[in-house]
């Protein structure tokens, strides 16, 4: 909006008060001691003097500007620059007062000197070329700054769809571990973990488009995912949720926090005496901001982990990177044998 606004500003408003303040220089200008007649051509002199400016103007910006770009274009740009002046020069005085030779002047008056031996009638149309050269540079940086942002955008949105197409694979890879081990335990708790399990694809289908979603919506995803987890460890994990404040109405991209619950279940049990998970998050509607904290136990020898593609916390950092940057903050730790992420996000 604000390089829409920059450009309008640049390309209609400035040109159009500099030729407001053009036409209106013969209106405060000009020999008033000077008889009726005289005051009236020098008038009609200026006015079509400044009608020829703007044409030159607007011709040398879109029809002799882009000229230089092509071959032997220099050369031909120049050639028609001076075809302007020249017809410049020659049409520009056809309303001056002493030319042709006016009647006012008595014999032996001196009048002015022929205008095309009048060096300053260059001066207007110089300033004019060097006026519509200069717009035309700026709006040339402005097209580029326009195309150099159109193509970031679509490499942003190329990165983004395939880290969005990595989220899913992975999320299956840690699910279909916990129903393999369900399945060798025999747990009676397996259709209906397989019920949850479609519930919890029917979101990341149909509910996960790209677009942002409502953070309610994903909270209800999340604890949808840890009791699927809890009914793979029943009772070998403890498992605390802590959520403050009002879900609705706000926004965040889809699967964005699922990448640190699932890092806490992976390695937050095995080889760990009384493993437990403390997940926190918090919104303020007010800013809003979301702050999710999650604490879990991890090994000091850290057994050999499941097999998986090992790129969740790796590409929800570069998803904060491209989605919220400059409005996210995040930071990981570890503790001897505790593990703390910290996510703060400006929604």
């Known amino acids: ?37 005289f005051r009236e051509q020098h008038l009609k002199s200026m006015l079509v003097s400044n009608s020829l400016l703007i044409i030159i103007f607007y ?3 879109y029809l002799i500007y882009p000229i230089r770009e092509k071959k032997n274009g220099i050369l031909f740009y120049i050639t028609l620059l001076l075809a302007c002046m020249a017809i410049y020069l020659c049409t520009k005085d056809l309303f001056r007062p002493d030319f042709p030779k006016n009647p006012m002047f008595t014999k032996g008056q ?66 279909l571990n916990t129903m393999v081990s369900m399945a060798r335990k025999k747990s009676e708790e397996l259709e209906s973990s397989l019920i ?11 509910d996960t488009n790209g677009k ?41 991209e889809p699967m964005l926090l699922i990448p640190f619950i699932e890092n806490a279940f992976k390695h937050g049990i095995g080889n760990i005496q009384n493993p437990t998970i403390n997940i926190s998050i918090q919104v303020d509607d007010k800013e809003p901001s979301l702050k999710l904290m999650v604490i879990n136990n991890v090994a000091l020898i850290e057994t050999k982990p499941e097999k998986s593609s090992g790129i969740g916390l ?5 998803r904060l990177e491209l989605l919220y940057k400059g409005r996210h ?5 570890q503790k001897d044998n505790t593990f703390i992420a910290i996510l703060q996000i400006t929604l």
């Open 59 to 61: 011709v040398h910006s």
């Open 196 to 206: 949850n399990l479609s519930q919890l694809m029917r979101y990341m289908l149909y």
């Open 110 to 175: 001196r009048q002015f000197g022929p205008p095309l031996l009048n060096i300053m009638s260059i001066f207007p149309f110089l300033f004019v070329i060097v006026a519509s050269f200069c717009h035309q540079l700026y709006l040339d940086k402005v097209r580029r700054e326009k195309l150099i942002k159109e193509r970031e955008n679509i490499h942003l949105k190329t990165e983004l769809d395939f880290l969005s197409s990595q989220i899913s694979p992975h999320f299956m890879f840690n699910i």
């Open 314 to 318: 790796n590409n929800v950092k570069r």
């Open 329 to 333: 903050l995040l930071h990981t730790q």
């Open 212 to 252: 942002p979603i409502n953070l309610a919506d994903e909270i209800e995803y999340l604890k949808s995912y840890v009791n699927l987890q809890l009914i793979r460890f029943k009772d070998d994990v403890n498992v605390n949720i802590q959520l403050t404040g009002n879900f609705e109405n706000l926004l965040i």
């Open 1 to 37: 909006m604000v390089k829409l606004k920059s450009w309008r500003f640049f390309n209609i408003v400035i040109p159009l008060l500099f030729w407001v303040i053009v036409f209106s220089l013969p209106y405060f200008s000009g020999p008033d001691n000077f008889p009726k007649e």
